[in-house]
């Protein structure tokens, strides 16, 4: 068996098996969740448990009269009923706020066809305090966003963390990362697809390399930024098996879009390529630089989110260049957690649920560091996530400053983790200096009006109308979308 020399996070250099003979972990297939840990497994019903009392239960004991539930769910159980009614082709021309491939739609409209079968109420497009879908929509959320624990036991393992940190980080991403977005965003498909990544990776650790390209198809088919581990797992993947994987992986996903395109054109690719971001999440440095665009058949106005995400799929390609040389599994690991990163990074608007999965793949990276160094970087993973989270609350952070942070916790990850003296005294003052003028730097220009995004944004706005795009639907309220 060969022999590839690879650096531990403790700089020291450890031999590891060479990726096509590796078993450490096993295989990226669905059996193989019976293997993870029986701490993950407690998380993952302690996430659902968890989940549906907040939600049904935690709003009577502070006398709130209606569930806690994500307000997206409403418009996604909507879409899932077009497809349940065989309009798969208009689910676009019915929601704009759907931006990604309808795989989740798939596994949603049965859920929703039983509760229309039993005459249940969705809370759309009028609320309601108790909307009775939610009964079965709420628990089938909580399920696919639990999917992600199991998934991320099974990396660590592959990634050879210790029993305890397995243990540690299965109840981490159910308390942080599991119950939120199940709670305030119900974005199942997200945690599907970042679970669809984890097991692609450990397939690709483990040498498994016919079943990493299929992994990966169902990953783009719930979320498209799942294509940013392509570029990764294909430069990982041996001389032979770099065609074949890359064909896997994005022919479902591309067949789909072309079909949906065909059918209709104007609403899908307004949907799939412009995908327009509104203004409630947390705002980046990009947003005052996108393009004003009115979303179709609404009062709403939004900006293109699609212009800055080339960005993340250049630093993908750089980082499949990195691991092309050497596909350690710590170097493939990394390379996917920094296309992940990126993904956030380069959004005009940023919500929790889109950069968790980086948090996930940086701690898990944390998990085989020194305590010290494991902290550091399990810190920034939280600071950086911790930032989109003020989207949740409606607060959003100085537009300069929050990307800031992001670059300085994103720099903090990459010293704990990669550059063995980072956390030298002298490095650490170094750091701070650094990280003080760059944040007195965003804030400076935070200040200045012609940068300032919310004056750009009232500029840009004042000379735009909904009636100056085309609609086939009359215009409707904020938020509501005009049905045939």
């Not at 929601?95 to 596994?107: A, I, R």
């Not at 260049?321 to 957690?337: D, E, G, Q, S």
């Not at 701690?363 to 003020?390: D, I």
């Amino acid at each position: 068996m060969s022999i590839v020399e690879a650096s531990d996070q403790q700089g020291q250099t450890i031999p590891q098996t060479s990726l096509p003979e590796r078993a450490v972990g096993g295989s990226g297939s669905v059996g193989d969740f019976l293997g993870v840990r029986r701490a993950a497994w407690l998380a993952t019903a302690l996430a659902v448990v968890i989940s549906i009392f907040v939600s049904f239960k935690l709003p009577w004991y502070f006398d709130l009269h209606g569930w806690l539930m994500p307000g997206d769910i409403s418009w996604m159980t909507r879409s899932a009923q077009w497809v349940d009614s065989g309009a798969m082709g208009s689910v676009y021309a019915a929601n704009h706020w759907y931006l990604t491939l309808p795989g989740y739609l798939f596994l949603l409209a049965p859920v929703v066809q039983v509760g229309d079968m039993l005459h249940l109420a969705n809370n759309y497009p009028f609320p309601i305090p108790h909307p009775t879908m939610w009964l079965l929509t709420g628990p089938f959320t909580a399920l696919c966003c639990a999917a992600v624990i199991p998934a991320t036991d099974r990396l660590a393992a592959a990634l050879s963390v210790p029993k305890l940190r397995r243990d540690i980080l299965a109840v981490a991403v159910a308390v942080l990362v599991a119950v939120p977005t199940t709670i305030f965003s119900g974005h199942g498909e997200d945690m599907l697809a970042l679970a669809g990544v984890e097991l692609a990776t450990v397939a690709a650790v483990g040498g498994h390399w016919s079943r990493v390209g299929w992994i990966l198809a169902l990953a783009v088919l719930f979320q498209e930024w799942a294509l940013l581990a392509v570029p990764v797992l294909v430069a990982a993947s041996p001389q032979g098996q770099k065609i074949k994987t890359a064909w896997h992986a994005l022919l479902p996903g591309a067949s789909l879009g072309m079909l949906l395109l065909a059918l209709d054109w104007k609403n899908a690719y307004f949907d799939l390529i412009v995908q327009p971001a509104v203004f409630k999440g947390q705002k980046l440095v990009w947003w005052q630089w996108a393009k004003v665009v009115a979303i179709p058949g609404t009062s709403v106005f939004g900006v293109t989110g699609s212009t800055f995400r080339t960005c993340a799929v250049a630093v993908a390609v750089v980082a499949g260049i990195v691991v092309w040389k050497n596909p350690t599994p710590t170097r493939i690991a990394a390379a996917v957690a920094v296309a992940l990163f990126a993904r956030g990074f380069f959004e005009v608007e940023l919500w929790p649920y889109y950069l968790a999965p980086a948090a996930v793949m940086i701690v898990l990276l944390a998990g085989r560091a020194p305590a010290k160094r494991a902290a550091v970087a399990a810190a920034a993973a939280f600071g950086a996530y911790a930032v989109s989270n003020s989207a949740y609350v409606g607060v959003s952070t100085n537009p300069w400053l929050a990307t800031a942070v992001l670059a300085a916790c994103a720099a903090m990850a990459y010293g704990a983790l990669a550059a063995p003296g980072a956390l030298r005294p002298e490095a650490l003052r170094a750091a701070v200096l650094r990280l003080g003028a760059l944040l007195l730097a965003a804030l400076r220009l935070s200040d200045r009006p012609s940068l300032n995004f919310v004056e750009s944004f009232k500029h840009l706005k004042s000379r735009y109308s909904a009636h100056d795009f085309e609609s086939d639907r009359p215009v409707e309220d904020e938020g509501q979308v005009a049905f045939d």
